[in-house]
């Protein structure tokens, strides 16, 4: 009897699953014309949560109160997801928020990888990403999008100049620490280029997990090739972890460098000034630079109890900008959004003239900071020494050698 | 500089000397493991929350209480002993008398409470914790530069591991701790009080476990996952040693930490995977252990038949299920229905080997994400066509499950767990280490193509009416073969396995096939996932995934038809809907792998067929336990058994 009946049964079955379902979608997602609506997709809990997470979460509430809540007449809500750290995660979220919750644009995004997937979604369906927080140059080099925007600062920024510094007192060869994640492999890959351009040579490299519980056996091979510097590929806890463990085993007394090109406020407070003093990098933001940068810090620590670190101000004044630019252009179509941003320049606490590059790339004057000693911080929070300005223009890859397909040459 | 094979002599000795202190780690570990095991027969999963616990007092203490290193190096294990006395008392008890893998499961639900739970209260990404002043600085050994706190670890651990040991082997406690492992009744005919003895043995296998936990956190930092990892390892440690063996499990810990150490030095990629590498091989050619004396400790006393629907109920259940999911995207999100599909698919693989042959693998993601990478790569790389790069990942799987499984067989019970696992471990790393699969980045940019040269499956319909068919052809064909004799003989086999084989039925072909299509289903799942989301991630190949089908299966009730489709439905659902919880989504699915364990050993579906069929008064035998045994006078025991639940 189950043999007999069985071929019949699918057939209905069958015929339910594809005879129901073929005319009941709509052939693309609805346009959210009654809402702009902005995902800060970012890592709530994990390794880099004080860097970006709830922070960046409130400054872009920030960024959308200070707009009275409205543009063109219409709200804008802002929603936040934590990826965990993980693609599978980040992407899928990604996908719900535009395939079925309405969202217009999405921000921060730690984590390059992550970054990567968002940004070919967010070209596929036309919509924004505004990334302010991951650094990997293939996101306006090329996987750049005309709706993609990388606004704080990225791998060149921060190491490009440090690089040339420590080559020319003499450091000229080199050994690597990099975590085995999209940013760091091709902060790797740049920082390679550089200093063999500048003549000096990579001795050697290691490649720890994401998150690794300790560095040691990374840091080790490292103090055995005796390279005149450490350059270390890592970001947040595996960052803050690896300097610790560096003086724990007495490789900076030994009398090796470390470099360490991507570092925030929120490193610096997490290792202690005694720990960290005298770590020279490069800040696209530091809260106690003039009244500008001070005032929206001061707002933000009082809902934050933390002043900003560089990547949260860059989701607000990223926002900022890219409301500005609906306003503009009378619509939150995204392909006439971001040509007003690109037009527009960018001027706020973070970004004097601040310009949006053909690549998405905007351009900013940054800081080449240095850590105080404790002794010269006079106040809770009061941690760098601003040693010089570098101009916007040598911030990012020259556009005359960019894969970004969007430059035409 | 002198070298040895070209590594520079003093980083050798230097990696040598960080593996002897994981290895004190490990030691201390699984040394509470096998004493654990060897008295109350539960491999404990948790004993690496347990660790984590221990850090995270030692955190507490500090922060909140201003109590320093030193106490709580003694206070936390005491207090954290203490608590898990009770938790022995109170729930523990209740599994001696099952079968090995209820054990594994209950602890594995407490382990994702706890761990849960801390990551809401103190953050993932953890907490800071100094070294005691008193140990602070380090001194030059020539070779390297040896920070005082790490050679406190070797020395404090050694001697913790050799007092243990001398206690357990060289006094009179020791000798009656070791009957009563042996034979609990006749101890306790000589007047020795053998409950107590467990809940106290118990009590200090967790205290070890958080001793080495306040260790730790000078060292590791406090961290709610910092477990996690370490106890996977630990279990190959046990495993290697040998089941129960005191000084199995200290010699085989300093020893795979020192092995470890090695492969930092000659092969850094592969130090993560090298003690799985070990574990299958010892376990293939030496299952006992390297010091192990109880061979195949598995006693199961009660047999878990679940009724099932009759082929009719079968029948209107799957159309039912058809309708209901064809008509379904009016509704919720299609996205969200599609994740629900490919799990339930994968649930059913799972439960194919789990449920109807009684071998629960801990391994299943590697099929899962092994077949993902493969089908990604192949529509990516290659260009291949959706249904082929499918088909590829699905052969892939396939093949996969028939070499790990013509291996994994032989074993049975929790050693099935543990090799499967370390066969999945090796894939992960495969998957983490090989150039093709994008690291941790995975594999992105999967093209969904055009099926059969003419559906285009960018089109979110065709999407989803193809997941659909897949899903409802492969549910199909799972049930045939459930249904058919080979499936009966696969349930007459697991049940009694001597009998099915005093029958004349090659068990062990039976299980291979049993095993490889639940592969090569797993397979299909992982390939669809890969199309669907368009991306091969590691998160499909993590352990952890392997947890999460065991939850779905065993939550919807394993060995019923529909009980995965459930289950994947209810775990994806609180995924889904309940991410704003965070971290409480993990402390809920291991309070319901808990509630499972203890209250419905027959899932939901299984339990609900029960009062259904006590509501209707069926007092006879529900047909499908029949159909599940072979038909033979001496069975009468077990279907009685059956009709009654659990």
Not at chain 1, 236 to 257: H, M, N, P, R, Y
């Amino acid at each position: 009897m189950r043999h007999l009946g069985s071929a019949k049964f699918l057939a209905v079955a069958g015929m339910i699953g594809l005879g129901a379902l073929t005319p009941l979608y709509p052939a693309s997602a609805q346009v959210s014309d009654d809402v702009v609506k902005i995902g800060v997709l970012t890592d709530m809990s994990g390794q880099w949560s004080d860097m970006n997470g709830p922070g960046s979460l409130v400054a872009a509430q920030m960024a959308a109160e200070d707009f009275g809540g409205k543009v063109l007449g219409k709200p804008i809500e802002i929603i936040g997801a934590d990826h965990q750290q993980k693609v599978d995660v980040g992407t899928g979220i990604a996908r719900r928020w535009i395939e079925n919750e309405h969202v217009d644009v999405i921000s921060d995004v730690t984590n390059s990888a992550i970054a990567i997937a968002v940004q070919r979604m967010t070209r596929e369906s036309n919509r924004i990403a505004l990334f302010s927080s991951p650094s990997s140059t293939d996101l306006t080099g090329k996987e750049c999008s005309p709706t993609g925007f990388q606004w704080v600062y990225d791998n060149y920024s921060n190491t490009v100049g440090p690089v040339q510094a420590l080559l020319a007192q003499g450091k000229k060869t080199w050994y690597f620490v990099t975590a085995d994640i999209a940013f760091a492999t091709s902060l790797e890959k740049l920082a390679t280029k550089v200093i063999s351009e500048g003549g000096g040579t990579v001795v050697g490299a290691t490649r720890n997990p994401f998150g690794a519980a300790d560095m040691s056996p990374f840091l080790l091979p490292a103090q055995a090739s005796k390279a005149n510097v450490i350059f270390l590929a890592e970001a947040g806890k595996d960052l803050t972890t690896a300097i610790k463990q560096s003086s724990e085993f007495g490789i900076t007394a030994g009398g090796q460098v470390l470099a360490a090109p991507i570092m925030f406020i929120s490193d610096v407070h997490a290792l202690g000034l005694a720990a960290a003093q005298g770590t020279s990098f490069v800040e696209g933001y530091y809260w106690n630079l003039n009244d500008e940068t001070r005032a929206f810090a001061k707002r933000f620590f009082e809902r934050r109890k933390a002043m900003p670190t560089a990547l949260q101000a860059g989701v607000y004044s990223s926002i900022n900008h890219y409301l500005k630019a609906v306003r503009a252009a009378g619509t939150d179509e995204a392909k006439a959004v971001a040509a007003k941003m690109r037009e527009l320049p960018v001027n706020d606490f973070l970004a004097k003239n601040g310009k949006v590059r053909v690549d998405g790339r905007m351009v900013h004057d940054m800081y080449l900071v240095q850590v105080k000693k404790p002794s010269e911080s006079k106040a809770p929070w009061d941690y760098y020494n601003v040693v010089a300005t570098i101009p916007a223009e040598q911030t990012a890859i020259p556009l005359s050698e960019s894969e970004c397909p969007l430059v035409k040459k | 500089m002198s070298t040895i094979f070209g590594v520079p002599s003093t980083l050798v000795y230097a990696q040598l000397l960080l593996g002897l202190i994981n290895g004190a780690f490990y030691a201390l570990l699984s040394l509470g493991l096998a004493v654990i095991f060897g008295m109350m027969n539960i491999v404990n999963f948790a004993h690496g929350a347990q660790y984590m616990l221990g850090a995270v007092g030692a955190w507490v203490l500090l922060n909140y209480f201003g109590v320093n290193y030193w106490v709580a190096l003694i206070a936390v294990p005491v207090v954290i002993g203490a608590i898990n006395m009770v938790v022995e008392r109170l729930v523990l008890q209740r599994l001696y008398k099952l079968d090995h893998i209820y054990g594994m499961l209950l602890t594995f639900g407490l382990a994702l409470v706890l761990q849960g739970a801390m990551s809401a209260w103190i953050g993932s990404s953890g907490q800071p914790y100094a070294i005691p002043p008193e140990l602070a600085g380090g001194r030059n050994l020539g070779f390297m530069y040896l920070p005082n706190y790490r050679a406190w670890v070797i020395a404090v651990s050694l001697v913790v591991c050799l007092s243990t040991w001398y206690v357990i082997e060289r006094t009179a406690l020791g000798a009656n701790l070791r009957a009563a492992t042996e034979d609990s009744l006749l101890v306790q005919a000589f007047g020795i009080r053998v409950p107590r003895m467990v809940m106290l043995t118990y009590g200090a296998g967790i205290a070890l476990a958080a001793l080495a936990g306040v260790l730790a956190a000078p060292i590791y930092q406090v961290n709610p996952t910092m477990g996690d990892e370490l106890i996977i390892v630990v279990f190959a440690v046990v495993v290697i040693g040998g089941m129960g063996s005191i000084m199995g499990s200290i010699v085989t810990g300093f020893m795979l930490g020192v092995v470890e150490g090695l492969t930092k030095a000659f092969y850094p990629q592969g130090s993560s995977t090298v003690a799985f590498v070990v574990m299958a091989i010892v376990l293939l050619v030496r299952p006992a252990g390297l010091f192990g004396s109880k061979p195949d400790a598995s006693h199961r006393v009660a047999s878990h038949a679940v009724p099932d629907f009759t082929p009719q109920g079968q029948k209107i259940a799957f159309v039912l299920m058809a309708a209901c999911l064809a008509a379904a995207p009016l509704a919720v999100y299609p996205g969200f229905l599609m994740k629900v599909m490919i799990f339930a698919l994968f649930a059913c693989a799972f439960n194919l080997i789990a449920g109807y042959g009684k071998l629960v693998s801990f391994g299943h993601a590697m099929f899962l994400g092994g077949a993902g990478y493969v089908c990604g790569h192949a529509a990516k790389v290659w260009g291949l066509s959706p249904e082929l790069a499918i088909l590829a990942g699905t052969a892939a799987a396939t093949l996969l499950g028939l070499i790990t499984g013509w291996l994994a067989i032989r074993r049975s019970g929790i050693y099935f767990a543990m090799v499967t696992l370390a066969f999945a471990q090796m894939v992960y790393f495969v998957a983490l280490q090989a150039p093709f699969t994008g690291g941790e980045n995975g594999l992105q940019g999967i093209p969904r193509g055009t099926l059969f040269g003419f559906i285009d499956l960018s089109k979110p319909a065709a999407l989803y009416t193809f997941v659909l068919v897949v899903f409802l052809g492969g549910f199909f064909l799972m049930m045939r073969i459930v249904g058919s004799p080979y499936g009966r003989i696969l349930r007459g086999i697991s049940d009694h396995e001597m009998r099915a084989q005093s029958l004349g039925y090659e068990s062990a072909r039976f299980k291979l096939v049993a095993f490889t299509l639940s592969a090569a289903f797993s397979g299909l799942a992982g390939s669809l996932k890969a199309i669907v989301s368009q991306l091969a991630s590691l998160t499909d190949v993590h352990w952890g995934m392997s947890g999460e089908v065991l939850l779905m299966t065993f939550l919807g009730g394993a060995g019923t038809l529909f009980g995965p489709v459930i289950g994947a439905a209810i775990v994806v659902t609180m995924q889904n809907y309940l991410s704003a919880l965070g971290q409480w989504v993990a402390v809920i699915h291991g309070l319901i792998f808990i509630a499972c364990v203890l209250w419905f050993r027959g899932g939901i579906v299984g339990e609900l067929i029960v009062r259904w069929r006590r509501l209707r008064g069926h007092k006879t035998v529900p047909p499908d336990a029949v159909a599940t045994s072979i038909p033979q006078p001496g069975n009468r025991k077990d279907i009685a058994m059956a009709s009654n639940g659990n």
